[in-house]
């Protein structure tokens, strides 16, 4: 994009004027193209992270050129690894995990009296299966409620559900983390995706999460919420009764996935970036 571009040129401007230091492209499928030539030269070295799946490489990237004259490729989960480094070489490609900010992302009191679940983004989501669990939902409880935080064209018609599903195309950070804090359960059906913000998100607030088999299991596991085949609209409604249904197993989930989010905080995860940084040669 226009956007990305301008922003690559500023960058190898700096690299220009630098010697001897380490440059880290964050975005690297849209961020990076023609300052991987710089890679190498008065001293720099270039790191570069990747997000997409790999299904996604036939649109993204016409040849891999341009990563093969950068001197790390860091991946977010475990597959990409593995598929970067078929393209790359082991010695040039690292995982290292996503990360949460423990702190600021952390457990309130569950409200009771209503049964209240959160849908959060767009990218890899599947709204027919959250379409279908919305009417499946709303029918069995009087008092179910779903937030459907998103401004995907897909999510405006599930506002025509009922007046107990919400969709709200904006939200401020105080009334997101509120709702992580204080709903039920995350249910998140999705068709593919790698590191997943909302994921990491709901499990440092103790949110139990219902979501699908792929990336989110680098993260995740079944003591945090239930993982569903991906398409398994049925599975998912029931998953989600189960946990709806079960006050003290909603609890579980949720201590669980508090303890599991530990494992991706930020302190780790830049202990594990700066690692990257000091093998470079």
Not at 125 to 139: G, S, V, Y
Not at 231 to 252: F, P, S, Y
Request: hydrophobic residues 40%; charged residues 25%.
């Amino acid at each position: 994009s226009r956007y990305d571009w301008i922003a690559e040129l500023a960058f190898m401007g700096e690299m220009r004027k630098s010697s001897n230091s380490i440059f880290h492209v964050i975005y690297a499928e849209k961020s990076l193209r023609s300052a991987a030539r710089l890679a190498g030269q008065r001293g720099n070295r270039l790191v570069a992270t990747v997000h997409h799946p790999k299904e996604h490489h036939s649109w993204l990237f016409k040849d891999f050129d341009h990563f093969r004259r950068v001197d790390a490729v860091i991946t977010l989960t475990t597959s990409l690894r593995d598929t970067w480094a078929g393209i790359l070489g082991d010695d040039k490609v690292h995982h290292v995990p996503y990360g949460i900010d423990m702190a600021y992302f952390c457990p309130g009191e569950r409200e009771g009296g209503r049964r209240r679940c959160l849908f959060s983004g767009y990218h890899g989501r599947d709204f027919a299966i959250l379409e279908q669990a919305a009417i499946a939902l709303t029918r069995q409880y009087s008092d179910f409620e779903l937030w459907v935080l998103s401004s995907a064209p897909e999510a405006q018609r599930l506002a025509g559900i009922s007046d107990r599903v919400k969709v709200i195309r904006r939200i401020d950070d105080v009334s997101y983390l509120d709702a992580l804090r204080h709903f039920d359960l995350m249910i998140l059906p999705v068709k593919e995706n790698t590191a997943n913000t909302a994921v990491l998100e709901a499990m440092a607030c103790g949110l139990p999460i219902v979501t699908n088999e792929g990336s989110p299991q680098d993260y995740m596991d079944a003591k945090c919420g239930r993982i569903l085949p991906v398409g398994d609209t049925a599975g998912v409604i029931e998953a989600c009764m189960e946990l709806l249904d079960n006050a003290d197993q909603r609890l579980a989930c949720g201590v669980a996935a508090r303890s599991r989010a530990a494992q991706f905080s930020w302190d780790r995860v830049a202990r594990a970036t700066v690692d990257v940084y000091e093998g470079l040669k």
